[in-house]
């Protein structure tokens, strides 16, 4: 008798650990996705973070000087077609004085963001359009930084030697170019249709630290005949 309940009961406690064995078998996977999701939104959540501190900082540190130096840009070519000497001369080398300010902050704002996309994280958790849309981004305004950084050396130069001041202008037009066509191509990437992102949903994007103002930046594309009616450059990346 006794050993009959005996072999009940351990009947009984292996039906249980059966039962216990196949809820952990179907629990545990929910467990792993569900915690999956909660780490995948969590790092994309630091992740916009730091890229909005990015961004900040090159709305807040390097855009003034781009408007500063555009504007100075502006007014001397006003002073050409006024034929004022003075004012021209007086311009350019406040323009220059500019440059060199721009081309130290945006190569500080570019180590940063380098690091920042070169991260694994970044990698990993980041969508693809927008991984394409920041080394689109990093191109335009390397180039920009670089095309600044010829006209300076142009500029210095030139009065040593003529031949070297034109090559050092040519190779700062060539980049010009290569900003002007990744910034067609950031453009295209934000406007090019996509597919849905459930993260999206679930993540808060920083509200901007950047006055509005900062975002006013002239339209000298014309070196010549530049058009002063600010451009906006508030994008997501910017």
Request: aromatic share 14%; with cysteine.
């Amino acid at each position: 008798m006794t050993h009959a309940r005996d072999s009940k009961m351990t009947k009984t406690i292996k039906i249980k650990s059966k039962k216990k064995l196949i809820i952990s078998i179907l629990v545990f996977p929910i467990i792993l996705i569900f915690g999956y999701f909660a780490f995948t939104l969590f790092m994309y959540q630091y992740l916009v973070n730091r890229g909005s501190v990015l961004a900040d900082n090159q709305c807040l540190k390097v855009n003034p000087l781009i408007i500063e130096r555009k504007n100075s840009y502006i007014r001397e070519i006003e002073a050409a077609k006024a034929n004022n000497s003075d004012e021209y001369f007086k311009e350019m080398d406040n323009y220059y004085a500019i440059s060199r300010k721009f081309v130290t902050a945006q190569t500080a704002w570019l180590d940063a963001q380098k690091a920042y996309m070169d991260r694994w994280d970044f990698q990993y958790f980041i969508p693809e359009y927008m991984k394409e849309a920041a080394r689109t981004q990093f191109v335009a305004r390397d180039a920009d930084r670089k095309s600044t950084q010829y006209l300076i050396d142009s500029y210095e130069i030139y009065q040593l030697n003529e031949a070297i001041a034109q090559d050092l202008g040519n190779k700062a037009m060539e980049q010009i170019k290569i900003r002007n066509d990744a910034e067609k191509k950031y453009d295209e990437i934000f406007d090019a249709p996509r597919k849905l992102d459930w993260r999206t949903r679930f993540i808060k994007v920083p509200a901007s630290k950047c006055p509005d103002e900062n975002f006013d930046i002239p339209n000298v594309d014309d070196f010549l005949y530049p058009n002063t009616a600010p451009k906006n450059t508030n994008s997501p990346l910017s």
